[in-house]
């Protein structure tokens, strides 16, 4: 299977299978946080696919779906078609009711939130077409000087989260109970910040750790990197509305590299590489608002699903009960209102 794209790394099952391990606490209620249905030339994962994976050994009670550009309405008037993917989803989560996994019980969606107030009329189809699933929005916001970066399918403008008519947008979340989920890079982060104090009543929801680049411009000075990350990850923290996800780190930019070994990563290889990003968002977040994500199927070419959850236990070994049922299901439930 190809991602369709260089910003992706390709899944290869063959690669896969070469790896397999024994599945830690497998009676942990785990509610995935983050994962989606892609439907692209090149490259289709829907919910047979996830459903596989997710029943690779650990007890995924329940699932949330971001935003993947995937079965957009067609029609004349642009700013409705993302309500297509709502649409899509909520009726395949209908369909595998019953089935063990809530599948998609919450549905983060597109809207172009540079409409301003115009926002609320696209929010409310989402919310219909949603039939309860429907919890917020996603409007991609990732910039970098390093044009490399970023992938076309996510790029923005610079200082998009300062624009007027940005925020005049995500003014319409609050009033109708919808959450903003944030996938931006690290040296966006004191922008995300600005827009989150400006907002305090939306909830407003970091993905993949913040951003965290390892690649390009960031290669020769990745301590550097780290140092900022850490610096503005603290200073979110202090804003009581923002929430943290803890995973997406096997993307090409986190440039762990896991996808040029000879076999794919042990959960051990994954926690000893990620502890210092992962124990921080935890330290400065507190389990209360942060949660594990997949991010699958983008991170599943560098490592499998039974892999990724065996490697958060691994990280989260000493932590106590009520702590490890937050992070692994309870912050999802609470913040995604599931």
């Known amino acids: 299977m190809s991602a369709g794209s260089a910003n992706y790394l390709p899944v290869r099952d063959s690669w896969l299978a070469l790896h397999a391990e024994p599945i830690l606490d497998p009676a942990l209620p785990i509610v995935d946080a983050h994962h989606h249905f892609y439907d692209r030339p ?3 994962y ?3 696919a996830f459903l596989a994976d997710a029943a690779s050994g650990h007890r995924i009670e329940a699932s949330v779906h971001m935003q993947a550009q995937t079965r957009y309405r067609a029609g004349s008037d642009p700013s409705l078609h993302p309500v297509g993917e709502t649409e899509y989803v909520a009726a395949t989560a209908r ?4 089935r063990g996994c809530d599948l998609a019980a919450g549905i983060v969606g597109h809207c172009d939130l540079r409409q301003g107030a ?10 219909a077409a949603g039939q309860g699933r429907f919890k917020g929005v996603r409007h991609l916001s990732t910039w970098d000087a390093d044009r490399s970066l970023v992938n076309p399918l996510s790029a923005a403008p610079r200082g998009l989260l300062l624009d007027p008519a940005y ?5 319409q979340l609050a009033p109708l109970g919808l959450s903003y989920d944030a996938w931006l890079f690290f040296t966006q982060l004191s922008e995300l910040r600005d827009l989150a104090r400006a907002f305090p009543d939306t909830p407003v929801i970091v993905n993949h750790c913040g951003g965290v680049l390892r690649i390009g411009d960031y290669a020769a000075r990745r301590d550097e990197a780290f140092a900022q990350w850490s610096r503005e990850m603290r200073a979110l923290a202090a804003l009581p509305n923002v929430f943290v996800k803890l995973g997406g780190l096997g993307m090409r930019i986190n440039g762990f590299a896991f996808d040029a070994r000879p076999t794919p990563p042990a959960s051990a290889d994954l926690a000893e590489a990620w502890r210092p990003w992962i124990e921080t968002c935890i330290e400065a977040f507190g389990a209360e608002r942060c949660m594990f994500e997949s991010n699958f199927p983008v991170d599943k070419g560098s490592y499998a699903y039974a892999t990724v959850w065996n490697a958060f236990k691994r990280l989260t070994a000493s932590a106590g009960a009520h702590e490890r049922a ?8 609470h913040v995604y209102r599931l």
């Open 326 to 333: 937050r992070l692994f299901s309870g912050t999802a439930r």
């Open 46 to 48: 829907l919910a047979d």
């Open 118 to 127: 115009a926002s609320a009329r696209v929010l409310e189809a989402h919310l």
């Open 95 to 98: 369909s595998f009711e019953g």
């Open 167 to 171: 925020r005049a947008g995500v003014a």
């Open 42 to 44: 090149g490259w289709t």
